[in-house]
């Protein structure tokens, strides 16, 4: 048979084999088209085959015969409002209430996207559907096709797809190279398009790994390709060379990645001969830019940044965070400190003269922001136009004039809000944030500006490429291969139902398949010199396995890592831990981190060498568990005022729920006499309950969320439980209502220490025994101290009950859980188990004492937590700390 009748497909292991043989193949029949996954594929086969040839990527072609019959592609502002109103007038079942959530669109937008590369017939999707869901699934697809072929517009997911159906259908003549494999809407669009004489090459699908190169293989012999295999060539490239390394953390990765680079560099390669491969681009990209830019190492590629991980990006997420808040005190505060908005001159200043109030409202900021603001109701246009405003007065679109990578970012989302920006019709404000917010998350904008340099790329950009040497970051599990889950839409049963008859959805499996494929068939064999890393950790400290695709290559030679340091603080940072040469103030400051991480005392260590104590200083049962659970961290928060960026709502579902349960029972004793009722009890409880819950509210402290009734059903629960509870008010106790959470000021006298102790007691009791203290827990945890902090010890000495029982005069004391509704520890009289002895519990409050004033006499505050390390565990003043237990 003729080469020139027939259809080649040349299968081999090694891409230089194939495409050589491809080529030779076709060229003498004159001229042909080369198609290849994308650009950067074109011009490296151009290279090798000459550059009079035509090359464009394969969506290149099918978008040019699309525009050739008069369609046109959708602009990445307007698709999100396209799909909308293609689908507006379905009616739907399952997704009718789901589709007042962005995530539904989401996951519409991708259900809808794999249906079209799957290449499959609406009608034959409506025929197989059972489910409601998968209904509405199948005339969301048949409603998306029809408005698409009305109006002529085409998505990326879709050119093939459009291609196919209603573009010129010429034939033409063309060597297709660089695939590893082809979706089915791919497949069909070649294999209508390609003429005799034509040619596809693909890696040898007969290797064990490459289950998406058999399948695509298989589907193009099905239409008639005649395939020609080849064997690899006995050493493609002399001297080729594949090394792993194992870094300590994804940092740890990325510098030697980029030191390799650079030696390589150093070595004669060019730029252009070099790549740095990463998968998952969220955990890698910002390392890669901020460690390339320490050592001044161009880098380029076409990666995308979705809008929201963007600076202005951001910074719109927190007006919208701030608007659907209400203005909360935590939530405006993040925006109006956000560097990138200039709205107040001192904004950290406003918000440390704001704390601890926290007061909730524009107005507390300044008096001339409400226009910040949106009406209830508001169009998109309308919201656009207040975020134009707020970028343009926040100083943002000033600093697009000195910043290139801002003046881009800025440039993505206008194009992304463009399509809202003509939309006037009048929305919810809850309806209009929650849009901008799916187009920040959905949108992307360029990552890399620079047009030289090393260039980064993911797999996909290596098909059909070749490099000198290649760096692959990220082998490890959950990175590379990445996890995948399950559509919402059309789980895996269903998609094998329906291959079942004969309409064929790939599923997560395949999306794997497809990872494994690419690494075998193109990956391993795109550079002479390849090293494979992974990270032993994430950034956040969680331990990483290696990655199936590195474990499956068996063992690989170590990477050398003798390549010299890149930057002068890597080098100054080396000298200093070497003892070497360097600057005084650097030998100075590495002096004292090595001091602090020995734990030598010194004053940037807790030993300041002069009297902390002051008679007047008010202490509080909370101050002195801090002091008793380590000295620093009572020295960090209170002496010298470090602490966390405060958020009221942070944590505020345990801390508003703890006040309210103790305004509840509050209430339930307010007004008590002896011939109270249970039910008069609880009565009380329920409606202290709900003046605390409007209390909390109007001061912006509690912002209920949608489970907020069944909450309040939980909470007068727990409190009827309590309240029921035989341990709640013993028989022949009287609560004291003066002393229902009252506050107490009083002198504590230890041989000739005072102490100044102020706090809040929840309840006092009568009771024939005397006067009795009760302190509510909402849960079971009780605060202990070390006993001796001039020796190491266990936190185990408890000190808030002695402390309220000799402030007010009480003879008892008790810890009462209010979920538990029990009591969970006692002293004094109250505490009857027989190896408490209530004198040593009172001498060892003294000697507690006592060992404080005696290191604050000292100035000793160095770290000295518990010997098992538990007040490391909450500790906010850990980034500040050279203790092994406390390292941030």
Same mark, same amino acid.
């Given at each position: 048979m003729s080469a020139v009748s027939i259809r080649l497909l040349v299968t081999s292991s090694d891409a230089s084999v194939r495409l050589k043989t491809a080529a030779q193949s076709i060229q003498a029949m004159g001229p042909f088209t080369l198609v290849v996954p994308n650009v950067p594929a074109g011009r490296s086969v151009r290279a090798r085959l000459g550059d009079h040839l035509r090359a464009q990527s394969l969506t290149q072609l099918a978008r040019e015969r699309l525009r050739a019959g008069g369609w046109r592609p959708l602009r990445p502002g307007e698709r999100d409002a396209f799909l909308r109103r293609a689908l507006a007038d379905t009616e739907f079942q399952y997704l009718t209430p789901l589709l007042d959530r962005p995530s539904t669109w989401s996951s519409l937008a991708r259900t809808l996207s794999e249906l079209l590369r799957a290449d499959v017939e609406p009608q034959a999707v409506l025929n197989v559907a059972k489910t409601a869901r998968e209904h509405d699934v199948a005339q969301a697809f048949a409603a998306y096709v029809a408005t698409c072929v009305r109006e002529r517009c085409f998505d990326l997911s879709g050119t093939e797809y459009f291609a196919r159906r209603h573009a010129p259908s010429t034939p033409l003549r063309a060597l297709v190279h660089g695939f590893t494999h082809l979706d089915a809407s791919q497949i069909a669009f070649l294999g209508a398009l390609l003429a005799p004489g034509s040619a596809l090459t693909l890696p040898d699908p007969d290797e064990r790994r490459l289950h998406e190169t058999r399948r695509t293989a298989q589907a193009f012999q099905a239409r008639g390709f005649v395939t020609e295999h080849l064997p690899a060539a006995p050493h493609p490239h002399e001297g080729e060379t594949t090394s792993a390394y194992t870094a300590p953390d994804v940092e740890s990765e990325v510098r030697a990645a980029l030191r390799q680079v650079q030696a390589w560099l150093a070595a004669g390669s060019a730029p252009h001969q070099l790549g740095v491969v990463v998968r998952d681009e969220a955990t890698y990209l910002p390392a890669l830019i901020d460690v390339a830019r320490e050592y001044d190492l161009p880098l380029t590629g076409h990666h995308q940044l979705p809008l929201l991980r963007t600076a202005v990006g951001a910074l719109v997420w927190l007006w919208l965070e701030a608007l659907e808040g209400d203005w909360a005190f935590s939530r405006t505060r993040a925006l109006l400190t956000h560097p990138l908005c200039g709205l107040l001159g001192d904004s950290l200043e406003v918000a440390r003269r704001l704390s601890p109030a926290f007061p909730a409202g524009l107005e507390a900021w300044h008096p001339d922001l409400a226009w910040l603001e949106l009406p209830p109701e508001e169009s998109l246009s309308g919201a656009v136009g207040r975020l134009e405003r707020f970028l343009r007065e926040?100083?943002?679109?000033?600093?697009?004039?000195?910043?290139?990578?801002?003046?881009?970012?800025?440039?993505?989302?206008?194009?992304?809000?463009?399509?809202?920006?003509?939309?006037?019709? &009048?929305?919810?404000?809850?309806?209009?944030?929650?849009? &901008?917010?799916?187009?920040?998350?959905?949108?992307? @904008?360029?990552?890399?500006? !620079?047009? !030289?340099?090393?260039?980064?790329?993911?797999?996909?950009?290596?098909?059909?490429?070749?490099?000198?040497?290649?760096?692959?970051?990220?082998?490890?599990?959950?990175?590379?291969?990445?996890?995948?889950?399950?559509?919402?839409? &059309?789980?895996?049963?269903?998609?094998?139902?329906?291959?079942?008859? !004969?309409?064929?959805?790939?599923? =997560?499996? @395949?999306?794997?398949a497809v990872e494994e494929t690419i690494f075998h068939g193109a990956l391993l064999s795109s550079a002479q010199e390849l090293v494979l890393s992974s990270p032993r950790r994430t950034a956040q400290g969680r331990s990483l396995a290696p990655s199936v695709f590195l474990t499956r290559l068996g063992t690989l030679p170590?990477?050398?890592?003798?390549?010299?340091?890149?930057?002068?603080?890597?080098?100054?940072? %080396?000298?200093?831990?070497?003892?070497g040469e360097v600057p005084e103030a650097v030998r100075r400051a590495a002096q004292i981190e090595q001091e602090r991480d020995a734990g030598q005392p010194s004053a940037h260590h807790g030993l300041l060498g002069e009297s902390l104590w002051d008679p007047a200083w008010t202490w509080s049962a909370s101050q002195l568990h801090d002091v008793g659970a380590c000295r620093?961290?009572?020295?960090?928060?209170?002496?010298?005022?470090?602490?966390?960026?405060?958020?009221?709502?942070?944590? %505020?579902?345990?801390?508003? @729920?703890?006040?309210?349960?103790?305004?509840? &029972?509050?209430?339930?004793?307010? !007004?008590?006499?002896?011939?109270?009722?249970p039910a008069l009890l609880l009565e009380r409880a329920e409606a202290a309950l709900d003046r605390a819950i409007v209390r909390e509210r109007r001061a912006g402290n509690f912002h209920p969320g949608p489970l907020f009734e069944i909450e309040r059903r939980e909470w007068r629960q727990i409190v009827q439980q309590a309240l029921q509870s035989p341990d709640f008010l013993p028989e022949g106790w009287t609560p004291d209502q003066a002393a229902l959470e009252g506050s107490f000021d009083q002198t504590l006298a230890v041989g000739e220490v005072v102490f100044r102790l102020r706090g809040v007691v929840d309840r006092v009791d009568h009771s024939p025994v005397g006067k009795l203290v009760t302190d509510y827990k909402v849960g079971t945890y009780i605060s202990t101290v070390q006993p001796n902090a001039q020796e190491t010890g266990k936190l185990d000495l408890e000190i808030q009950l002695p402390l309220y029982m000799r402030a007010l005069g009480a003879v008892g004391g008790r810890y009462f859980s209010i979920e538990g509704s029990k009591v969970i520890g006692a002293a004094g009289q109250l505490n009857t188990k027989k190896a408490y002895d209530a004198a040593k519990h009172e001498?060892?409050?003294?000697?507690?004492?006592?060992?404080?004033?005696?290191?604050?006499? =000292?100035?000793?505050?160095?770290?000295?937590p518990d010997q098992d390390g538990k007040a490391c565990g909450f500790c906010t003043v850990a980034p500040v700390c050279r203790h092994p237990g406390g390292r941030a």
């Amino acid at each position: 048979m003729s080469a020139v009748s027939i259809r080649l497909l040349v299968t081999s292991s090694d891409a230089s084999v194939r495409l050589k043989t491809a080529a030779q193949s076709i060229q003498a029949m004159g001229p042909f088209t080369l198609v290849v996954p994308n650009v950067p594929a074109g011009r490296s086969v151009r290279a090798r085959l000459g550059d009079h040839l035509r090359a464009q990527s394969l969506t290149q072609l099918a978008r040019e015969r699309l525009r050739a019959g008069g369609w046109r592609p959708l602009r990445p502002g307007e698709r999100d409002a396209f799909l909308r109103r293609a689908l507006a007038d379905t009616e739907f079942q399952y997704l009718t209430p789901l589709l007042d959530r962005p995530s539904t669109w989401s996951s519409l937008a991708r259900t809808l996207s794999e249906l079209l590369r799957a290449d499959v017939e609406p009608q034959a999707v409506l025929n197989v559907a059972k489910t409601a869901r998968e209904h509405d699934v199948a005339q969301a697809f048949a409603a998306y096709v029809a408005t698409c072929v009305r109006e002529r517009c085409f998505d990326l997911s879709g050119t093939e797809y459009f291609a196919r159906r209603h573009a010129p259908s010429t034939p033409l003549r063309a060597l297709v190279h660089g695939f590893t494999h082809l979706d089915a809407s791919q497949i069909a669009f070649l294999g209508a398009l390609l003429a005799p004489g034509s040619a596809l090459t693909l890696p040898d699908p007969d290797e064990r790994r490459l289950h998406e190169t058999r399948r695509t293989a298989q589907a193009f012999q099905a239409r008639g390709f005649v395939t020609e295999h080849l064997p690899a060539a006995p050493h493609p490239h002399e001297g080729e060379t594949t090394s792993a390394y194992t870094a300590p953390d994804v940092e740890s990765e990325v510098r030697a990645a980029l030191r390799q680079v650079q030696a390589w560099l150093a070595a004669g390669s060019a730029p252009h001969q070099l790549g740095v491969v990463v998968r998952d681009e969220a955990t890698y990209l910002p390392a890669l830019i901020d460690v390339a830019r320490e050592y001044d190492l161009p880098l380029t590629g076409h990666h995308q940044l979705p809008l929201l991980r963007t600076a202005v990006g951001a910074l719109v997420w927190l007006w919208l965070e701030a608007l659907e808040g209400d203005w909360a005190f935590s939530r405006t505060r993040a925006l109006l400190t956000h560097p990138l908005c200039g709205l107040l001159g001192d904004s950290l200043e406003v918000a440390r003269r704001l704390s601890p109030a926290f007061p909730a409202g524009l107005e507390a900021w300044h008096p001339d922001l409400a226009w910040l603001e949106l009406p209830p109701e508001e169009s998109l246009s309308g919201a656009v136009g207040r975020l134009e405003r707020f970028l343009r007065e926040a100083g943002v679109v000033d600093r697009r004039r000195t910043d290139m990578q801002l003046n881009a970012h800025i440039a993505s989302l206008v194009e992304a809000l463009s399509g809202a920006a003509q939309d006037h019709t &009048l929305r919810p404000r809850q309806d209009v944030t929650a849009l &901008l917010r799916h187009t920040l998350s959905t949108h992307t @904008t360029p990552l890399l500006l !620079g047009r !030289g340099g090393v260039r980064v790329l993911n797999p996909l950009g290596l098909l059909g490429r070749q490099f000198h040497k290649l760096w692959v970051l990220g082998l490890a599990d959950g990175l590379y291969p990445p996890r995948v889950s399950e559509s919402p839409l &059309l789980d895996s049963a269903v998609r094998a139902r329906w291959s079942e008859a !004969g309409v064929f959805v790939p599923d =997560a499996s @395949t999306s794997t398949a497809v990872e494994e494929t690419i690494f075998h068939g193109a990956l391993l064999s795109s550079a002479q010199e390849l090293v494979l890393s992974s990270p032993r950790r994430t950034a956040q400290g969680r331990s990483l396995a290696p990655s199936v695709f590195l474990t499956r290559l068996g063992t690989l030679p170590a990477w050398s890592s003798e390549v010299p340091l890149a930057s002068e603080g890597e080098q100054l940072l %080396e000298r200093a831990l070497n003892a070497g040469e360097v600057p005084e103030a650097v030998r100075r400051a590495a002096q004292i981190e090595q001091e602090r991480d020995a734990g030598q005392p010194s004053a940037h260590h807790g030993l300041l060498g002069e009297s902390l104590w002051d008679p007047a200083w008010t202490w509080s049962a909370s101050q002195l568990h801090d002091v008793g659970a380590c000295r620093f961290r009572w020295f960090g928060r209170k002496a010298l005022g470090l602490r966390e960026d405060a958020d009221p709502e942070a944590g %505020e579902d345990r801390r508003v @729920t703890g006040t309210l349960l103790h305004a509840a &029972l509050e209430g339930a004793l307010r !007004g008590w006499t002896p011939q109270d009722q249970p039910a008069l009890l609880l009565e009380r409880a329920e409606a202290a309950l709900d003046r605390a819950i409007v209390r909390e509210r109007r001061a912006g402290n509690f912002h209920p969320g949608p489970l907020f009734e069944i909450e309040r059903r939980e909470w007068r629960q727990i409190v009827q439980q309590a309240l029921q509870s035989p341990d709640f008010l013993p028989e022949g106790w009287t609560p004291d209502q003066a002393a229902l959470e009252g506050s107490f000021d009083q002198t504590l006298a230890v041989g000739e220490v005072v102490f100044r102790l102020r706090g809040v007691v929840d309840r006092v009791d009568h009771s024939p025994v005397g006067k009795l203290v009760t302190d509510y827990k909402v849960g079971t945890y009780i605060s202990t101290v070390q006993p001796n902090a001039q020796e190491t010890g266990k936190l185990d000495l408890e000190i808030q009950l002695p402390l309220y029982m000799r402030a007010l005069g009480a003879v008892g004391g008790r810890y009462f859980s209010i979920e538990g509704s029990k009591v969970i520890g006692a002293a004094g009289q109250l505490n009857t188990k027989k190896a408490y002895d209530a004198a040593k519990h009172e001498a060892a409050l003294d000697t507690f004492l006592l060992g404080v004033h005696q290191d604050f006499e =000292a100035g000793q505050v160095t770290p000295r937590p518990d010997q098992d390390g538990k007040a490391c565990g909450f500790c906010t003043v850990a980034p500040v700390c050279r203790h092994p237990g406390g390292r941030a």
